[in-house]
T-cell receptor
C-alpha cells in the first residue's frame, strides 16, 4: 500500500516570502503521479500542480514549483512571492497507473500567509 | 458549466439513523469517488466506482454503502453501523485512465450527528 507523509502540520510566513512544503511517499510502483491540492477555507479542493514520475523535469505552474526527488521519494512544493490568497490547507497526493483507483492523501499542511 | 454537485451542504443525523449524501456530475466522467475528511487526517477513500453498476471498497468502507445506477450519480449512504460519522464528505470524479491528470471535486457535505 502507498503512504504519503506531510511532516509540517502548520507553517506561517510573511507575504511575498518563499515557502516550501514537504512531502514524502512510499510505493513500490514505477508508474505513478503526484499532486498538490489546495483547500482554502471554502473547502473546495483545487489542483495546484501535478508531476509524472517518469519525467525528471520538475513541474512548474506560475508561482508554484515542485522539487521531485524520485530516489528519495520526496515531492516538495515551493510557493514563490506568497500572497494572502495562498492561505489554505495543502495536501500532497499520490496515484498509480492510470489513476482509476483513487488518490492517497497526506494529512495536510496548514499554510498561513501573514500580511 | 460542467462540475460536481453535492447536496445538501449541511446535514444533521440522529443516532441510529441512516442518511444519504447526494453526488451528481455532468462531466461525463465514468469514475466517481467518495472521500471522508477529518481534522488532521487528510482525505480517506470510502468507495469508488469506475463504471455503472460496479463499485469497490476503499480504505474505510465499513458503515457506508453506495450505488451506481446512473453514470451521473453516486450517492453515499451513511448507515447506523458507522460509529463516528461526523465528518466532511467529498465526492470526486475522473476519466478512467486519466485520473493521473487530476480529479474534479465537489464542494462537500458536512455531516453532524446530533
Amino acid at each position: 500500500a502507498q503512504t504519503v507523509t506531510q511532516s509540517q502540520p502548520e507553517m506561517s510566513v510573511q507575504e511575498a516570502e518563499t515557502v516550501t512544503l514537504s512531502c514524502t511517499y512510499d510505493t513500490s510502483e514505477n508508474n505513478y503521479y503526484l499532486f498538490w491540492y489546495k483547500q482554502p477555507p471554502s473547502r473546495q479542493m483545487i489542483l495546484v500542480i501535478r508531476q509524472e514520475a517518469y519525467k525528471q523535469q520538475n513541474a512548474t505552474e506560475n508561482r508554484f514549483s515542485v522539487n521531485f526527488q524520485k530516489a528519495a521519494k520526496s515531492f516538495s512544493l515551493k510557493i514563490s512571492d506568497s500572497q494572502l490568497g495562498d492561505t489554505a490547507m495543502y495536501f500532497c497526493a499520490f496515484t498509480s497507473g492510470g489513476g482509476a483507483d483513487g488518490l492517497t492523501f497526506g494529512k495536510g499542511t496548514h499554510l498561513i500567509i501573514q500580511p | 458549466d460542467g462540475g460536481i454537485t453535492q447536496s445538501p451542504k449541511y446535514l444533521f443525523r440522529k443516532e441510529g439513523q441512516n442518511v444519504t449524501l447526494s453526488c451528481e456530475q455532468n462531466l461525463n466522467h465514468d469514475a466517481m469517488y467518495w472521500y471522508r475528511q477529518d481534522p488532521g487526517q487528510g482525505l480517506r477513500l470510502i468507495y469508488y466506482s469506475q463504471i455503472v453498476n460496479d463499485f469497490q471498497k476503499g480504505d474505510i468502507a465499513e458503515g457506508y454503502s453506495v450505488s451506481r445506477e446512473k453514470k451521473e450519480s453516486f450517492p453515499l449512504t451513511v448507515t447506523s453501523a458507522q460509529k463516528n460519522p461526523t465528518a466532511f464528505y467529498l465526492c470526486a470524479s475522473s476519466v478512467p485512465g486519466q485520473g493521473a491528470f487530476g480529479y474534479t471535486f465537489g464542494s462537500g457535505t458536512r455531516l453532524t450527528v446530533v
